[in-house]
């Protein structure tokens, strides 16, 4: 600091000039500019407030009709568990009252995923085990298809958060199977706005683009088709190899 008398150099905390004795102005530090603190508004993350069934039919509500605003208000880290929750009782009921409509439709009615339910829904004891095993599965299900996002979006530079960020967004993004109620037309439906729930929740809760969110999730099931194809066409090769060896490669007798 120079002393404005003098024009000397003086300690930064002196009250007075150690050359001229002028009394120097107190420097103040600057103050820090205010950092704006984000509110988290997620019903179910907030459910202690609201009650649990008001909680789950605002989140419900917001997830599948207001995505984007949403992801915005629920907190990237923390709060994983519950919305783990969260996807096993939106999948539960859903698959619950779908298996209801099923079998009082009658037999003639088909189990949207292929097959006809109406065996395994009259054997109580295969019914009951059947609705013991669909939140274990939708759990698994959640679990491993969030390792399998977040790795491939951190693969291409998106991933600004945990695994837990990648499993809120693929959590909340089940909410659109609650579509398979509808016959006929609600499983496609439930795919579709699946999809594009999940895309702009990874968007918003990794703070990334659209584009990134938009291939994690689509390159693990392109390279899924890959190796699959990979794999029937080197067993197509090998088979050709086994008859051109045994057969000679010609059909005559």
Same mark, same amino acid.
């Given at each position: =600091?120079?002393?404005?008398?003098?024009?000397?150099?003086?300690?930064? /905390?002196?009250?007075?000039?150690?050359?001229?004795?002028?009394? !120097?102005?107190?420097?103040?530090?600057?103050? /820090?500019?205010?950092?704006?603190?984000?509110?988290?508004?997620?019903?179910?993350?907030?459910?202690?407030?609201?009650?649990? %069934?008001?909680?789950?039919?605002?989140?419900?509500?917001?997830? !599948?009709?207001?995505?984007?605003?949403?992801?915005?208000?629920? &907190?990237?880290?923390?709060?994983?568990?519950?919305?783990?929750?969260? /996807?096993?009782? %939106? +999948?539960?009921?859903?698959?619950?009252?779908?298996?209801?409509? *099923?079998?009082?439709? +009658?037999?003639?009615?088909?189990?949207? @995923?292929?097959?006809?339910?109406?065996?395994?829904?009259?054997?109580?004891?295969?019914?009951?085990?059947?609705?013991?095993?669909?939140?274990?599965?939708?759990?698994?299900?959640?679990?491993l298809l969030?390792?399998?996002?977040?790795?491939?979006?951190? $693969?291409?530079?998106?991933?600004?958060?945990?695994?837990?960020?990648?499993?809120?967004? $693929?959590?909340?993004? @089940?909410? &659109?199977?609650?579509?398979? *109620?509808?016959?006929?037309? +609600?499983?496609?439906? /439930?795919?579709?706005? =699946? $999809?594009?729930?999940?895309?702009?929740?990874?968007?918003?809760?990794?703070?990334?683009?659209?584009?990134?969110?938009?291939?994690?999730?689509?390159?693990?099931?392109?390279?899924f088709f890959?190796?699959?194809?990979a794999a *029937?066409?080197? =067993? =197509?090769?090998?088979? +050709?190899? %086994?008859?051109?060896?045994?057969?000679?490669?010609?059909?005559? %007798?």
């Amino acid at each position: =600091m120079i002393c404005r008398s003098c024009y000397r150099e003086v300690p930064p /905390a002196a009250a007075f000039c150690p050359h001229c004795g002028v009394r !120097l102005p107190a420097v103040r530090a600057a103050a /820090a500019p205010a950092v704006p603190t984000p509110s988290w508004n997620n019903p179910w993350e907030q459910r202690g407030g609201r009650g649990i %069934v008001a909680a789950f039919a605002e989140t419900l509500q917001q997830s !599948l009709f207001h995505p984007a605003a949403f992801f915005r208000g629920t &907190a990237p880290d923390g709060g994983a568990r519950a919305a783990l929750l969260y /996807a096993v009782i %939106v +999948g539960s009921l859903s698959s619950l009252v779908a298996a209801i409509w *099923v079998r009082a439709m +009658g037999r003639h009615v088909q189990w949207e @995923l292929g097959g006809n339910l109406m065996p395994l829904l009259e054997d109580r004891v295969t019914g009951l085990g059947f609705l013991v095993m669909v939140p274990l599965e939708i759990a698994l299900w959640c679990l491993l298809l969030a390792g399998l996002h977040h790795a491939t979006l951190a $693969v291409l530079g998106g991933a600004r958060g945990t695994y837990g960020t990648t499993l809120k967004a $693929v959590c909340y993004s @089940l909410s &659109a199977i609650s579509f398979i *109620v509808f016959p006929v037309c +609600g499983l496609p439906l /439930a795919i579709v706005w =699946m $999809v594009c729930t999940l895309v702009i929740g990874m968007r918003e809760l990794h703070q990334t683009s659209t584009a990134r969110a938009f291939w994690a999730w689509l390159l693990p099931y392109v390279l899924f088709f890959c190796m699959v194809g990979a794999a *029937v066409s080197s =067993m =197509m090769f090998m088979l +050709g190899k %086994v008859w051109h060896q045994f057969f000679g490669g010609r059909f005559e %007798v």
